[in-house]
């Protein structure tokens, strides 16, 4: 995976212009998809970024909480992960080198996708999906645009939603 400059505000790369880049997509979405599933498109990685979510780990606790998970996976998606600017590390011992694994606000914005994820996967599963604490409906996610303060319910019939 080659390298890609960082954007201005230091998080990971924008995804890549297909027109630019030659590409015969579809669609800007479906840039946009293969640039975000390249980054986080695999099981492990998931995992790890899902376990990041409720603050930084050491490695040796990473594995604990991702039971199956080989070290040098581990390593290599980490590593992966803060060549993406999704993930930091902190030393906390020079010898040997030990680290600490936190998400940057990059790595923060996937808790969403992360969680409808996990809604579409406990649905397709058979399950009730993401239900609301206080009365117990599942869930329904939506577009929502703050500047016209309102919802858009079907971006893609009415060409409202666009990746720039």
Not at 118 to 146: I, M, N
Request: proline share 9%.
């Amino acid at each position: 995976m080659g390298a890609m400059p960082r954007s201005p505000t230091g998080g990971p790369p924008a995804p890549p212009d297909p027109e630019a880049a030659g590409r015969d997509v579809a669609a800007p979405t479906a840039a946009a998809l293969d640039w975000a599933a390249a980054r986080v498109g695999d099981r492990w990685t998931l995992l790890i970024v899902h376990a990041l979510l409720s603050g930084p780990r050491r490695f040796g606790e990473l594995g604990e909480v991702l039971p199956g998970i080989a070290t040098n996976v581990l390593s290599q998606r980490l590593k992966r992960l803060e060549g993406d600017g999704l993930v930091v590390s902190t030393a906390y011992s020079a010898r040997p080198p030990r680290f600490s694994y936190e998400l940057t606000q990059a790595g923060r914005d996937l808790a969403g996708v992360l969680t409808l994820l996990a809604h579409w996967g406990s649905v397709a599963g058979g399950g009730e999906g993401v239900l609301h604490s206080a009365c117990g409906t599942a869930l329904e996610a939506r577009w929502w645009c703050p500047t016209c303060d309102r919802p858009v319910d079907d971006p893609d019939d009415e060409g409202e939603l666009r990746f720039v």
